[in-house]
């Protein structure tokens, strides 16, 4: 899968839509889940998805893992346009 791939997947969209618009968090799949409207079993593998992809950062912990959005520069302008052509 490519960041265009993410793109044409709603949940993939959605989930890079709300990190993007919330650089600063961190966030569980729960958490995740709740703020797009989804169920937590659909945005598992998209998470992961998106932790391969160098969208997000997965912070792992024994008990659970949080996600974190991108510190690249050039991604996050990549995908400000991706957001723009797709809004």
Excluded: C
């Excluded at 995740?32 to 659909?42: F, L, Q």
């Excluded at 024994?62 to 959005?69: L, R």
């Amino acid at each position: 899968m490519d960041i265009n791939e993410a793109f044409a997947s709603p949940i993939h969209r959605k989930i890079i839509a709300f990190f993007h618009e919330n650089q600063a968090s961190i966030d569980t799949p729960r958490g995740v889940a709740t703020w797009i409207g989804e169920e937590r079993a659909k945005v598992k593998k998209p998470l992961e998805d998106l932790v391969a992809l160098k969208v997000l950062v997965a912070h792992r912990t024994t008990s659970t893992t949080g996600y974190s959005y991108t510190r690249d520069t050039k991604l996050i302008s990549k995908i400000s346009k991706l957001l723009a052509r797709s809004a």
